[in-house]
DNA sequence: CCTAATTACTTAACCTGTTAACTATTAGAA
DNA sequence: TTCTAATAGTTAACAGGTTAAGTAATTAGG
């Protein structure tokens, strides 16, 4: 599945120059072992998912009206962390599906809310044990401890990271 | 940019009942974390890039020839862990703008050999300080440590989950 | 030698990420 | 109040991730 799997040799790193010395440190990329563990993750959760024909992202979308009840696109889009062109798509997917429904708002027309329907809740039910289920395994196997420490990792480097972005963005202003 | 920037007020957990108690622990995605470090990570590398019309893939492809040297498809999709498929696009965007060139191989005609041209080394020598100079101010924020302890837990949490990937391959067959 | 399996790679179809432009509606200022 | 700016959401266009199917060349088995 993933491009590793059949790894063979690898090309060996060229013998370097004085010219290109300080760049052996690019052979470790962040965003790519971000990637790969991303990746090796979802593999867990994907089966249960595939059968019922849900992507990661739609299935967050359930959970998160599921847990945090109705809201609008927007909300939707913060709170599961994806952008709101692809949240567009994903409601109008999951609204075709008939697992979730649109409903107007009176106050503001510009505005419409989210909501499990019926079958969306049926569905969040057969599929939550075993996406629990995975998740518990992933906790035992790799440790709670070590798994707590890489979630604090993970949101201390996005603080370190978005800190600046204010900075610059004061900057550019 | 990303749907957290212009977080609001995120919707209250809403009452749980004794049934979906449980669920509780859903409201921390490792997967979404990974994804939300990730992006924090390559916002950072983005500017540098897109001065050049690049995206963060092209440019794995581009510095993996220029440290490893030619290589077939098959061993740059592996290097960069990047899907065939998606490789064999990227090759063909970067081809068509003469960043790279192919080679066919004449003792096994299935296989070409993709190496830069002049012109994408000139690229990437163009790219590559900006590149150096953003990991090396990564490093310093976060810290050298916590960098190496998360490179540490990611190649961990990988190594974890794919062994049993295995196991279930096994399994299967 | 000839057919079947394998290998290297491409194409296709679908979904999401990302940026920009666009529509409709509401809020604000002159 | 009317004209402008901001807001909620959608659409469009392009790139990559993912799975499956397809093509061409090579290897292996009979």
Redesign the pocket.
């Known amino acids: 599945?993933?491009p590793s799997e059949k790894s063979k040799k690898l090309a060996p790193l060229r013998p370097v120059t004085n010219d290109t010395e300080h760049l052996r440190q690019f052979d470790r990329s962040l965003p790519m072992s971000l990637?790969k563990a991303r990746?090796a993750v979802?593999k867990k959760f994907?089966p249960a998912l595939?059968a019922h024909e849900l992507?990661s992202?739609?299935w967050r979308v359930i959970r998160a009206l599921e847990q945090r009840g109705d809201m609008?696109?927007?909300?939707l889009?913060d709170v599961c962390y994806?952008?709101?062109?692809?949240?567009?798509?994903?409601?109008?997917?999951l609204q075709a599906r008939g697992l979730i429904e649109r409903r107007g708002n009176s106050?503001?027309?510009?505005?419409?809310?989210m909501a499990l329907t019926d079958s969306g809740r049926v569905l969040f039910e057969k599929i939550a044990p075993a996406s629990i289920e995975r998740y518990q395994y992933i906790t035992e196997k790799f440790g709670y401890g070590k798994l707590e420490l890489l979630y604090e990792l993970l949101d201390e480097l996005v603080a370190t990271l978005s800190k600046d972005d204010d900075k610059q963005d004061d900057d550019k202003s």
Do not use: W, Y
Request: proline letters at 3%; zero cysteines; charged letters at 30%.
């Open positions: 599945m993933s990637l990746e979802m994907m595939k992507t992202q739609q609008e696109v927007s909300e889009s994806i952008l709101k062109p692809s949240m567009s798509r994903i409601v109008q997917n106050e503001d027309r510009r505005r419409s809310t």
